[in-house]
T-cell receptor
């Protein structure tokens, strides 16, 4: 069974600092990995999708890397802003289902 | 383009009752998947529908069921409600089945409270 772990569970940084969020998974046989953002009481917003054949994806200030062999992905958010405060979740697709991590709750202090 | 719409936003039910939740996907999306989110278990996959057919199902009891209509709208039904069914239920739509190549678009969820 695929286990997805996100450490730390919570993170607080001052505005302007770069954010590094980690995601690890136990089974490297995945089709893709996605990073999502969730604001309180809301649904999830897709941030980046990395296919299993790719090593990284970039969108604006966001960059995500994928190392299938070690079962790890890292989401980098450059020059954090208070608006980046949210819970960030990663999810992998080992088959026709999504397995989610528990998320990292980020607070960016102004 | 309108996003994914879930109704109702909030629901309070009593143990033993049944409930039906609705999800309207983004226009043109034929895949709809459902998820349960709780503080203890996190986000868990319930099932996915594509072109009116259930393609995949998560590890939930048979009390959880769903269906998809020809216009891609989907409903989820939970029968004989238990206290542990209290959760945020999210649906997501995608242009492709199986979560492979296209991002998921989520609704804001239905908050179900079972008393």
């Amino acid at each position: 069974k695929q286990e997805v772990t996100q450490i730390p569970a919570a993170l607080s940084v001052p505005e302007g600092e770069n954010l590094v969020l980690n995601c690890s998974f136990t089974d490297s046989a995945i089709y893709n990995l996605q990073w999502f953002r969730q604001d309180p009481g809301k649904g999830l917003t897709s941030l980046l999708l990395i296919q299993s054949s790719q090593r990284e994806q970039t969108s604006g200030r966001l960059n995500a890397s994928l190392d299938k062999s070690s079962g790890r992905s890292t989401l980098y958010i450059a020059a954090s802003q208070p608006g980046d405060s949210a819970t960030y979740l990663c999810a992998v697709t080992p088959d026709y289902k999504l397995s989610f991590g528990a998320g990292t709750t980020v607070t960016v202090r102004a | 383009k309108a996003g994914v719409t879930q109704t109702p936003r909030y629901l309070i039910k009593t143990r033993g009752q049944q409930v039906t939740l609705s999800c309207s996907p983004i226009s043109g999306h034929r895949s709809v998947s459902w998820y349960q989110q709780t503080p203890g278990q996190g986000l868990q996959f319930l099932f996915e529908y594509f072109s009116e057919t259930q393609r995949n199902k998560g590890n939930f009891p048979g009390r959880f069921s769903g269906r998809q209509f020809s216009n891609s709208r989907s409903e989820m039904n939970v029968s004989t409600l238990e206290l542990g069914d209290s959760a945020l239920y999210l649906c997501a739509s995608s242009g492709q089945a199986g979560h492979f190549n296209s991002p998921l678009h989520f609704g804001n969820g239905t908050r179900l409270t079972v008393t």
